[in-house]
């Protein structure tokens, strides 16, 4: 018998999309961590972890695991979860096909099911075959545009040993341009205030700047919209704690993602923060000059 409280994460997804990544800061966090484990010793496994007073364990699964199939991953996880005194979580890592393509290129890796075949060929069939992982995950992180700071923010921001608030929210800035975070559960644009990009001074300064700051804070709507929005979030993140929502994701965005969203995001932060809740910041396009 599983011991109790063992919590236990099953990590897959595309390859290329941060595997590796993702089980090094879960060993960081000072999970168990294997990788690549022929499923039929999977179980057994788990339980030899726990008897040894292991009660995080997270596991890599993809195409490489011997006896691999999506059915048979299903499967284990269902078996997995009917021990009541086991936690049991599927983490599905995505990314765009493009994306996955450039970094098998760059690192001149062969993709696991194309080894004989253009790389697009292997991500096609994988994506196919994965589908149904992706349909059944607890938490899918797309990193098509995470630097790898930021995955290690939200893999930390999840699944850290630390005791948490009860509620986390993540502060996003963004830019249009490259598309609206997946994981945003609450998106503002704020393309609707006075852009410093036209003001040769300020152009090539960030959101975090005083004189950015002021600049678009001299925009008559800028004040009474910052107002309504913290009430509106005053509002609602009580609610979302009372609905046991352990995770809010709230995206600001403009069209270059390096001014408007940027200063209302350190605005939203620091508001949220005041109100005694435990927040991170995030700028997902920020680069700095």
Known sequence: ??????????????????????????EDLGWEVADNI????LSPLVREISREGGLNIAVGVDTR??????????????KLKEDANSEVRLLFLECDDAVLQRRFTETRRKHPLASDRPVADGILKE??????????ADICIDTTLLSLPDLRHQLIQRFSLKERPALTTTIVSFSYKKGVPREA???????????????????????????????????TAFAPFMEQLVN???????????????????????TGGRHRSVCVAENIHDQIEKSGYFTQLIHRDLVEV
Do not use: W
């Open 1 to 26: 018998m599983i011991k109790p409280h063992t919590r236990i994460v099953l990590i897959t997804g595309f390859s290329g999309a941060g595997k590796s990544t993702t089980l090094k800061q879960f």
């Open 38 to 41: 022929p499923l039929s010793l």
């Open 65 to 78: 695991t011997s006896g691999f199939s999506t059915q048979s991953l299903l499967s284990l996880i269902s």
């Open 127 to 136: 994506r196919g075959m994965f589908q149904p992982l992706k349909n059944k």
């Open 185 to 219: 559960d609450l998106v503002f644009d704020m393309r609707f205030l006075r852009n410093p990009y036209y003001d040769e001074i300020l152009r090539t300064e960030s959101g975090k700047n005083a004189a950015v700051a002021a600049y678009i804070a001299e925009d």
């Open 232 to 254: 509106m979030l005053e509002l609602l993140l009580p609610r979302y704690l009372a609905e046991g929502k352990s995770y809010l994701t709230i995206a600001i965005g403009c």
